[in-house]
């Protein structure tokens, strides 16, 4: 169904949508829309930087309790 949109469809589609809810409430919701995928890439990226860092520490000291005092 969807197969036989064209680019002529398309525009359509977007005049519609443009003339229902007006250029400021299309702005503004795909304004919201870039926000939330910049807040979803930083979460990510700090999630990833906290699974690392937490390897990183578990990974530091692997000398066994009963030898470490002979140091």
Do not use: C, H, W
Request: hydrophobic letters at 40%.
């Amino acid at each position: 169904m969807l197969n036989n949109i064209g680019l002529p469809g398309l525009l359509l589609i977007a005049v519609v949508v443009l003339v229902l809810f007006g250029r400021g409430k299309i702005s503004s919701l795909m304004g919201e829309v870039g926000k939330g995928i910049t807040s979803f890439k930083k979460g990510i990226s700090e999630g990833s930087n906290e699974l690392e860092q937490d390897s990183a520490d578990s990974a530091k000291d692997v000398t066994p309790e009963t030898e470490k005092d002979k140091v």
